[in-house]
């Protein structure tokens, strides 16, 4: 199947810095990525839609000021969470749609756990 | 928007036997289902889809069966082991547009458990 990467695999920061978080499909290009949070034992709530070349689409009660989106190529979005606080610990997944044909597939990186001291 | 919805929230079986998972949707026009297995601490992994235009799909002991009219899908794991355990997650999907493709909306996942 496709590959999804994401980097880094777990990052331990301070509270009030920033902290950016990678998406790349690695053998297919995506004009579209989804940025996911999921707290313990909970399941995974949709953040923001990444778009290539345009805004990224914010959920409603996301703060789009707080949780940057840059989707700087068809293959790599970035998430930076600024001035990180502890409620900003939680484990942080991207995914990729692949298209084949008419069906499309969405791919999960393997997420990113994030604890703000 | 869409809303799926999923049960039970907890699952526990005896090796051999058969789990059932349900969800509900709301949105009519969604038409691509999937389902998901997630280990702790690991990413989703896409066990089984069905798309609207299928009644039922089968892989090994994975089904799943979709019901447009009444707006659910279910999952279901025949011959369970103990490595089935884990957390599984439905998801509802519009149709694809000209700029977007849509987002896949998440039930609130069920934990499975499977006893030797």
């Given at each position: 199947g496709a590959v999804v990467s994401q980097h880094p695999s777990w990052v331990i920061c301070k509270s009030g810095t920033s902290v950016k978080i990678e998406c790349r499909s690695l053998d297919f290009q995506a004009t579209t990525m989804f940025w996911y949070r999921q707290f313990p034992k909970q399941s995974l709530m949709l953040m923001a839609t990444s778009n290539e070349g345009s805004k990224a689409t914010y959920e409603q009660g996301v703060e789009k000021d707080k949780f940057l989106i840059n989707h700087a190529s068809l293959t790599l979005s970035t998430l930076t969470v600024t001035s990180?606080?502890?409620?900003?610990?939680s484990f942080y997944i991207c995914s990729a749609p692949r298209t084949s044909g008419w069906e499309e597939t969405q791919y999960f990186g393997p997420g990113t756990r994030l604890l703000v001291l | 928007g869409e809303n799926v919805e999923q049960h039970p929230s907890t699952l526990s079986v005896q090796e051999g036997d058969s789990a059932v998972i349900k969800c509900t949707y709301s949105d009519s026009a969604s038409n691509y289902f999937p389902w998901y297995k997630q280990e702790l601490g690991k990413r989703p992994q896409l066990i089984i889809d069905i798309r609207s235009n299928v009644g039922e799909k089968k892989d090994q002991r994975i089904a799943v069966t979709l019901n447009k009219t009444a707006k659910h899908f279910s999952l279901h794991i025949t011959e369970t082991q103990p490595e089935d355990s884990a957390v599984y997650f439905c998801a509802a999907r519009g149709g694809l547009r000209s700029y977007n493709t849509d987002k896949l909306i998440f039930g609130t996942g069920t934990r499975l458990q499977v006893f030797p």
């Open positions: 990180a606080h502890p409620e900003d610990s | -």
